[in-house]
């Protein structure tokens, strides 16, 4: 069935450095794939998406590249701040009418100052 | 818009009793979804429903049942809890069940 994997955490980084997390999959098909981020006491909200092989997601300095070959969505910041520190899940949405989302564990993101 | 509200925010509740966790969208979304978040294991999909009137199970159905009588509304029951339902509790939704998914602030549910 579906799966999704990600880095074990946690990441520890100082401000201003550069994040990748990796996020590699597997699906039958064409799935959509997801990052959420989980900000501590929060539920999740959508951090960026990508539908199609090839497409990028983008949004506060995070990127994520949809990359069919290797089945990945590694999640990138150049920069990251303070604020980032956060619990980040990768997402798949398969073929499925039940619009169930296949989560990886989620990574922990620790950004000191 | 409140978007998708929860409730209550945290329980403590005694193995063996039944309890419902209310989950409220205003944002007439068609399909509505409750995971659980377990550490190390992220969200699994417990129940789910794709449009008012129906509902189907997810991956990890058991212990627990749901009703969609209208479009705000999709409460999850447990009837009678057992400390593995230990757990925190999202509801989510969305505008069809291929849209991206909108989660709710969560519920902490212990069972002792």
């Known amino acids: 069935g579906d799966s999704v994997t990600q880095m074990e955490g946690p990441v520890t980084l100082s401000e201003e450095a550069f994040l990748t997390i990796n996020c590699t999959y597997t699906a039958t098909g064409y799935p959509s794939l997801f990052w959420y981020v989980q900000y501590p006491g929060e539920g999740l909200q959508l951090l960026l998406k990508a539908t199609k092989a090839d497409d990028k997601g983008s949004n506060k300095g995070f990127e994520a590249t949809y990359r069919k070959e290797t089945t990945s969505f590694h999640l990138e910041k150049g920069s990251v701040q303070v604020s980032d520190s956060a619990v980040y899940f990768c997402a798949l949405h398969g073929s499925s009418n039940t619009g169930k989302l296949i989560f990886g564990q989620g990574t922990t993101l620790q950004v000191k100052p | 818009t409140a978007g998708i509200t929860q409730a209550p925010t945290s329980q403590i509740l005694a193995a063996g009793r039944s309890m419902t966790l209310r989950c409220t969208q205003d944002m007439r979304h068609n399909a509505m979804y409750w995971y659980r978040q377990d550490l190390g294991l992220g969200l699994r999909l417990i129940h789910y429903s794709n449009t008012a009137g129906t509902t189907g199970k997810g991956e990890v159905p058991d212990g627990y049942s749901v009703s969609r009588a209208n479009t705000d509304d999709f409460p999850l029951t447990l009837a009678s809890a057992v400390p593995s339902q230990t757990s925190v509790y999202f509801c989510?939704?969305?505008?069809?069940?291929?849209?991206?998914?909108?989660f709710g602030p969560g519920t902490r549910l212990t069972v002792l």
């Open positions: 989510a939704s969305s505008e069809t069940s291929y849209h991206e998914q909108f």
